[in-house]
């Protein structure tokens, strides 16, 4: 099994740019989440998605939007990509709930000039 | 915002057991206390978690206290390889990370 994997590795945009991350997991996990993290700093959750059909916001929202595809798959989108953007990209998956753990993709590093 | 409070950083002999602990005196009934690291700029990495009992794995011993407001996360021996962040995290459905402790391991 991949795990979870996350595409580009690295991407470098232009401010107002748009760019959609990919996310595929193939544990059957139900629940999908997207994280983002500065440097020194510890993830905060941008979009969670609990099952197939829904999505919900997380701490940092905004500037961004989600798809759940199926259930394997999880986009994130940047619509018009700002400086403060520029981060570590993180998605996750889990079984559900909270008694599963969540398992981490490796991460895209976006940088947006 | 995070529900747990932990040092910001600590250091620990290698082959000594490193002792990491964590305050959460707001947890709920339902929450459950979860370690993860993370080595430099890598996908974090589950530990282990617990919801009212101590747990032990492959890789580490969780101890939470009786009253549920604080546990210790335990690297029986740790190496350089444990070298890392770690984070304590109190989750109900959705997982808030913290700062963590920033864990270093002395030769």
């Not at chain 2, 339902?30 to 080595?39: A, F, G, K, M, S």
């Not at chain 2, 984070?87 to 402790?101: E, M, N, P, Q, S």
Request: charged share 20%; hydrophobic share 30%.
């Amino acid at each position: 099994n991949a795990g979870v994997t996350q595409t580009p590795k690295f991407q470098v945009l232009k401010t107002g740019q748009s760019m959609t991350l990919q996310c595929a997991q193939d544990m059957n996990h139900n629940s999908m989440y997207w994280y983002r993290q500065d440097p020194g700093m510890g993830l905060r959750l941008i979009y969670y998605s609990a099952s197939e059909g829904t999505t919900d916001k997380g701490e940092v929202p905004n500037g961004y939007n989600v798809s759940r595809l199926n259930k394997r798959e999880f986009s994130l989108r940047l619509e018009s990509a700002a400086p403060s953007q520029t981060s570590v990209y993180f998605c996750a998956s889990s079984e559900g709930g909270a008694a599963y753990e969540q398992y981490f993709g490796p991460g895209t590093r976006l940088t947006v000039t | 915002d995070a529900k747990t409070t932990q040092p910001p950083s600590m250091d620990c002999a290698e082959g000594r057991a490193a002792n990491l602990p964590c305050n959460h005196s707001t947890i709920s009934g339902n929450e459950y206390v979860y370690w993860y690291r993370q080595i430099h700029s890598q996908g974090p990495q589950y530990i282990i978690h617990g919801l009212k009992n101590n747990e032990t794995n492959e890789m580490a011993s969780l101890i939470i206290t009786e009253d549920r407001k604080s546990s210790t996360l335990i690297l029986p021996h740790a190496t350089l390889r444990d070298t890392a962040v770690y984070y304590c995290i109190v989750r109900d459905d959705k997982i808030i990370f913290g700062k963590g402790t920033r864990l270093h391991i002395l030769p």
